[in-house]
């Protein structure tokens, strides 16, 4: 019996010495891989000289979305490059490292979906390499990264800027604000009468989405608004959130001209008289039998030199009382800009 119990025993002993392996030898592909836990480390090696231990797999059953960290240290340098390939359960790859030999140990931060496995296969090309492996929650550190809405009078060269937070170890970010580019540009008036002293309308700036930007992010400068005509409002962006510039015009057109005499010295005949307007470039005058210039009662004439300073009409009716009135314009961008109506004046016609 006892000779019986020492055979059992050898037999045993070597059907142990045929059969036993590593965990990694189990673990060289997807199908056979370790289980690995959250906040779980394992002690594992891979071996390149053995088709059995040239990969190591683990298995990771996320139960979270989030940024996962897989932490792998070794026990001394490797021979050779250490690969990390990161897989889906259908077999296709999300991510990848490479630890050189110099390196002891690395990290492989990874995004995965709740409700999927995951694997992790370790290789190494050369000798045996032994290290510690863990998977935690990541830790992201964020840095600020900054960029200016850029404004221009052509759309095809505006962009829009943002402030987002870059995590420095992966891949994740988030926009913490969207600046959109200056678009618009609105003055108080577009149309402003002549003033000596120069005109200045106030700006109003908005962003591509309708939003108005703060005065503090930009200076306001005017060109040619000392004279009638064309003149140019430039934005020039100097805040913290915008670069770039935008341009309006508008325009300043003769103010409302001064007469200063309505005579009938003839029968049927009336003379107008006003101050020249050396800003002006001509000159529009109506007369009517009606005060409120009804159009059927009313007729205009066009002066165009502006050194005009009087108009007389003739062939009118005798004894009639007529109303006259005049504006200037001026000539822009080919069009007639005209000024406000003078006061009118009243005559009886001799």
Same mark, same amino acid.
């Given at each position: 019996?006892?000779?019986?119990?020492?055979?059992?025993?050898?037999?045993?002993?070597?059907?142990?010495?045929?059969?036993?392996?590593?965990?990694?030898?189990?673990?060289?592909?997807?199908?056979?891989?370790?289980?690995?836990?959250?906040?779980?480390?394992?002690?594992?090696?891979?071996?390149?000289?053995?088709?059995?231990?040239?990969?190591?797999?683990?298995?990771?059953?996320?139960?979270?979305?989030?940024?996962?960290?897989?932490?792998?240290?070794?026990?001394?340098?490797?021979?050779?490059?250490?690969?990390?390939?990161?897989?889906?359960?259908?077999?296709?790859?999300?991510?990848?490292?490479?630890?050189?030999?110099?390196?002891?140990?690395?990290?492989?931060?990874?995004?995965?979906?709740?409700?999927?496995?995951?694997?992790?296969?370790?290789?190494?090309?050369?000798?045996?390499?032994?290290?510690?492996?863990?998977?935690?929650?990541?830790?992201?550190?964020?840095?600020?990264?900054?960029?200016?809405?850029?404004?221009?009078?052509?759309?095809?060269?505006?962009?829009?800027?943002?402030?987002?937070?870059?995590?420095?170890?992966?891949?994740?970010?988030?926009?913490?604000?969207?600046?959109?580019?200056?678009?618009?540009?609105?003055?108080?008036?577009?149309?402003?009468?002549?003033?000596?002293?120069?005109?200045?309308?106030?700006?109003?700036?908005?962003?591509?989405?309708?939003?108005?930007?703060?005065?503090?992010?930009?200076?306001?400068?005017?060109?040619?608004?000392?004279?009638?005509?064309?003149?140019?409002?430039?934005?020039?962006?100097?805040?913290?959130?915008?670069?770039?510039?935008?341009?309006?015009?508008?325009?300043?057109?003769?103010?409302?001209?001064?007469?200063?005499?309505?005579?009938? #010295?003839?029968?049927?005949?009336?003379?107008?008289?006003?101050?020249?307007?050396?800003?002006?470039?001509?000159?529009?005058?109506?007369?009517?039998?009606?005060?409120?210039?009804?159009?059927?009662?009313?007729?205009?004439?066009?002066?165009?030199?502006?050194?005009?300073?009087?108009?007389?009409?003739?062939?009118? #009716?005798?004894? #009639?009382?007529?109303?006259?009135?005049?504006?200037?314009?001026?000539?822009?961008?080919?069009?007639?800009?005209?000024?406000?109506?003078?006061?009118?004046?009243?005559?009886?016609?001799?």
């Amino acid at each position: 019996m006892k000779k019986i119990s020492s055979i059992l025993v050898a037999v045993l002993f070597v059907f142990v010495s045929l059969f036993s392996f590593s965990s990694n030898a189990l673990a060289n592909t997807m199908k056979t891989a370790i289980g690995i836990s959250l906040g779980q480390t394992v002690n594992e090696k891979v071996d390149s000289s053995s088709s059995q231990t040239k990969y190591l797999w683990l298995k990771f059953d996320c139960l979270s979305s989030n940024y996962y960290d897989f932490t792998v240290s070794g026990v001394e340098l490797p021979l050779s490059d250490v690969f990390l390939t990161v897989y889906d359960s259908e077999n296709n790859v999300i991510n990848s490292n490479v630890n050189t030999e110099n390196e002891y140990s690395f990290v492989s931060t990874t995004y995965l979906e709740a409700g999927k496995p995951y694997y992790f296969r370790l290789e190494c090309l050369k000798g045996t390499y032994s290290f510690s492996a863990s998977l935690n929650i990541h830790n992201h550190c964020y840095t600020n990264f900054f960029v200016k809405a850029v404004a221009d009078d052509d759309k095809e060269n505006r962009l829009n800027g943002f402030s987002k937070l870059l995590c420095k170890s992966c891949s994740n970010e988030y926009i913490v604000q969207n600046i959109y580019a200056p678009s618009t540009v609105k003055l108080s008036a577009t149309k402003i009468a002549f003033n000596p002293y120069g005109s200045y309308p106030s700006v109003t700036v908005y962003d591509s989405v309708g939003n108005l930007i703060s005065p503090s992010e930009y200076v306001v400068t005017y060109d040619d608004n000392f004279k009638t005509g064309k003149a140019w409002v430039y934005v020039n962006f100097v805040g913290n959130n915008y670069k770039g510039e935008l341009t309006s015009s508008f325009m300043i057109i003769p103010a409302k001209p001064t007469p200063t005499s309505l005579k009938s #010295k003839k029968s049927k005949q009336i003379t107008y008289s006003w101050n020249k307007d050396s800003n002006a470039s001509g000159y529009q005058i109506q007369y009517s039998t009606s005060s409120s210039f009804s159009k059927k009662k009313t007729k205009s004439y066009i002066i165009s030199k502006n050194s005009t300073k009087s108009k007389t009409f003739s062939s009118l #009716k005798k004894k #009639k009382k007529y109303y006259v009135r005049m504006r200037c314009y001026k000539t822009i961008d080919g069009k007639r800009q005209f000024s406000s109506w003078s006061k009118k004046m009243s005559v009886k016609t001799k």
